[in-house]
């Protein structure tokens, strides 16, 4: 009976890969509308623990916009001497389209574990992960749609969630380091209505849950397993980002930034 209960699941599983998923309005790999324009920005954040008791580091932001080109780099510097580096480039307009990115993943020594490259254009994605004897290069070519995003550009799908959502819902495409690159879909849903207490002023904010999706059938299992993660953006025009909790990278370390 045990066996047989097994092989059904397994069954199931592979028949919802090869199903075709549901017909959206909009596909996962389309660009983004902008509702809102994009220009030089530069800042700090600071990296708590989950409760926000303790700090763990900082992280430094800089966007650039050279005509239609936007350039966005985000670094979180930890206590421990170790960093998680993130850049893109993406052309916008009325869309936001993705040209390149790389993420870097760096330990309490200084040495690079992970380095990803991203070419959209070129549809490939070169780099290594591990060191030493353990180090493994990838060179992976494919398809790229251009309204893929990583790094800092996932938080402008966020800030432009409004001009993009059905039903409370987006989903996007990306790219992410797990230790090596993985192209998956992510959702956004739009939860409650909160306030953050901060002295001197509460901030009304709408909490918002990125996880990865696949398909309706998968997706319970895919949602047992994947660590979620939670934004926080405050109701101003633009929203602005006002909390993040949720995993620092592939190895699941819970961080909050305020």
């Known amino acids: 009976m045990k066996r047989t209960a097994q092989t059904s699941i397994l069954a199931l599983a592979a028949a919802a890969c090869l199903a075709p998923p549901p017909a959206l309005a909009r596909d996962a790999g389309d660009p983004i509308r902008l509702a809102y324009s994009e220009g030089d920005l530069a800042g700090y954040t600071s990296i708590f623990t989950p409760d926000g008791q303790q700090p763990l580091g900082v992280v430094e932001y800089v966007q650039r916009r050279k005509g239609d080109v936007l350039e966005a780099k985000r670094v979180a510097y930890f206590v421990d001497g170790s960093s998680d580096e993130d850049s ?22 200084g040495r690079t574990t992970v380095d990803i490259r991203i070419d959209v254009g070129a549809g490939r994605v070169t780099g290594f992960y591990g060191i030493d004897k353990e180090r493994k290069d990838f060179d992976e070519r494919g398809n790229i749609p251009q309204g893929t995003y990583f790094g800092p550009l996932v938080n402008l799908v966020l800030k432009n969630f409004d001009a993009n ?94």
Do not use: C
């Open 88 to 109: 893109a480039e993406a052309t916008i307009g009325k869309t936001l389209r993705a040209l390149r990115g790389r993420s870097i993943i760096r330990d309490n020594s």
């Open 165 to 258: 959502a059905e039903n409370g819902r987006l989903v996007f495409h990306t790219i992410v380091p797990t230790p090596g690159p993985r192209q998956l879909d992510m959702e956004l849903l739009r939860q409650e209505q909160t306030t953050l207490r901060r002295p001197g002023h509460d901030i009304s904010a709408v909490r918002f849950m990125m996880r990865p999706t696949v398909n309706p059938i998968l997706n319970p299992v895919v949602h047992m397993i994947a660590p979620e993660t939670r934004f926080y953006l405050a109701q101003t025009s633009p929203p602005a980002m006002a909390r993040f909790e949720g995993p620092r990278n592939y190895a699941g370390q819970e961080i909050r930034l305020e």
